[in-house]
């Protein structure tokens, strides 16, 4: 079995998810002021280290995705961000997407930062990463995303999975079709359906292995702006049947929350479980993770336990999910 495919078993086969705490600087930065957290590197740390050092954080989260800046810092005690997650049980990730920026010509939002690819990768390994992440995001409206924004993001996420791999790190390919919007759970489907068809066909193209690969994609939900929600029966059953397309070599699925309140992506994961895929279908969350604990700590190292009890209490609703066995009842 080569590199990838073992590490994409881990990953993604361990009855446990992946935790996202990837916010780019400005991301981070946002947040932070929102929850009236100085926006300072050392807040950014103490925020990554307070989820990444969360105590029994591996029995149910096999990976954490980081940032450039987060992947060069050090926990308090010294040890590297990757040095201590890998000895914590888990597998540091890397994000190494640049960035989605309106493209020339065409104004949708394309993500770069595929020059120097290679040797950024290689350096991650170096520095300790088992895996990459990179994330497109497709608008939804009425004459949007083009089939040119479909191709341009679809092209860009092959070329990296396929470095990725030849770097020995798995790739976890990223589409993500944003809930912004006031369209239907149908639309949705429909839009979805295309991103997948058209990252597939260029993943076949650049021969990337998808046993070594794992598919983080949006569930399927209605826009945030309509007027109904969907039910996690609905969800589960819309997004099932738009997977049905992947191989079945792929090494698993692991959703995105896209903004959804923790409990409702929680209560989607646990009805998506009700089918039967040839893939485990798990978590890859970030917000509906950490919006919990960066509320419960907001930056006071004495309510550190606090943020890390709303961390583990996320994290075993979503453990409890891939199980069929409910929201605990304390969360
Ligand atoms: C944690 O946020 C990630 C990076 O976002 P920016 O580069 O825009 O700062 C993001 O890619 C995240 O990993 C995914 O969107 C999943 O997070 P959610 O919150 O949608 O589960």
């Given at each position: 079995?080569?590199?990838?495919?073992?590490?994409?078993?881990?990953?993604?086969?361990?009855?446990?998810?992946?935790?996202?705490?990837?916010?780019?600087?400005?991301?981070?930065?946002?947040?932070?002021?929102?929850?009236?957290?100085?926006?300072?590197?050392?807040?950014?740390?103490?925020?990554?280290?307070?989820?990444?050092?969360?105590?029994?954080?591996?029995?149910?989260?096999?990976?954490?995705?980081?940032?450039?800046?987060?992947?060069?810092?050090?926990?308090?005690?010294?040890?590297?961000?990757?040095?201590?997650?890998?000895?914590?049980?888990?597998?540091?990730?890397?994000?190494?997407?640049?960035?989605?920026?309106?493209?020339?010509?065409?104004?949708?939002?394309?993500?770069?930062?595929?020059?120097?690819?290679?040797?950024?990768?290689?350096?991650?390994?170096?520095?300790?990463?088992?895996?990459?992440?990179?994330?497109?995001?497709?608008?939804?409206?009425?004459?949007?995303?083009?089939?040119?924004?479909?191709?341009?993001?679809?092209?860009?996420?092959?070329?990296?999975?396929?470095?990725?791999?030849?770097?020995?790190?798995?790739?976890?390919?990223?589409?993500?079709?944003?809930?912004?919007?006031?369209?239907?759970?149908?639309?949705?489907?429909?839009?979805?359906?295309?991103?997948?068809?058209?990252?597939?066909?260029?993943?076949?193209?650049?021969?990337?292995?998808?046993?070594?690969?794992?598919?983080?994609?949006?569930?399927?939900?209605?826009?945030?702006?309509?007027?109904?929600?969907?039910?996690?029966?609905?969800?589960?059953?819309?997004?099932?049947?738009?997977?049905?397309?992947?191989?079945?070599?792929?090494?698993?699925?692991?959703?995105?929350?896209?903004?959804?309140?923790?409990?409702?992506?929680?209560?989607?994961?646990?009805?998506?479980?009700?089918?039967?895929?040839p893939w485990p279908l798990t978590f890859s969350f970030g917000r509906a993770l950490v919006d919990p604990a960066l509320a419960a700590w907001r930056g006071a190292p004495r309510r550190v336990p606090a943020g890390r009890a709303a961390l583990a209490a996320r994290v075993a609703a979503n453990w409890a999910a891939l199980r069929g066995l409910g929201e605990p009842a304390r969360v």
């Amino acid at each position: 079995m080569t590199v990838c495919r073992q590490l994409a078993t881990q990953l993604v086969r361990s009855g446990r998810g992946i935790l996202a705490a990837d916010e780019s600087i400005a991301t981070m930065n946002r947040r932070l002021y929102a929850a009236g957290v100085p926006a300072t590197e050392q807040n950014r740390r103490a925020y990554r280290e307070l989820l990444a050092g969360t105590p029994g954080l591996a029995e149910g989260v096999a990976g954490i995705i980081f940032c450039d800046e987060t992947l060069r810092q050090r926990f308090a005690d010294g040890r590297t961000f990757p040095e201590a997650v890998h000895q914590l049980g888990m597998l540091p990730g890397i994000k190494v997407d640049t960035g989605a920026y309106a493209c020339p010509g065409l104004g949708e939002l394309v993500t770069e930062g595929l020059d120097g690819l290679p040797a950024r990768m290689a350096e991650y390994a170096a520095l300790g990463a088992r895996f990459a992440k990179w994330r497109a995001v497709f608008v939804i409206a009425d004459d949007l995303p083009s089939g040119v924004a479909l191709w341009a993001n679809a092209q860009a996420l092959a070329r990296y999975a396929a470095a990725a791999q030849e770097a020995g790190l798995v790739p976890i390919v990223e589409p993500e079709v944003l809930t912004e919007g006031e369209h239907s759970l149908e639309r949705c489907a429909e839009i979805t359906a295309r991103v997948h068809a058209a990252v597939a066909e260029e993943l076949v193209a650049f021969r990337v292995d998808q046993a070594g690969m794992v598919l983080k994609p949006n569930m399927v939900v209605e826009g945030n702006r309509h007027p109904r929600r969907a039910t996690p029966e609905q969800v589960a059953e819309a997004t099932v049947d738009v997977l049905r397309a992947q191989p079945e070599e792929l090494a698993g699925v692991a959703f995105l929350s896209g903004g959804q309140p923790p409990e409702r992506a929680t209560a989607n994961l646990a009805a998506m479980q009700r089918h039967t895929t040839p893939w485990p279908l798990t978590f890859s969350f970030g917000r509906a993770l950490v919006d919990p604990a960066l509320a419960a700590w907001r930056g006071a190292p004495r309510r550190v336990p606090a943020g890390r009890a709303a961390l583990a209490a996320r994290v075993a609703a979503n453990w409890a999910a891939l199980r069929g066995l409910g929201e605990p009842a304390r969360v």
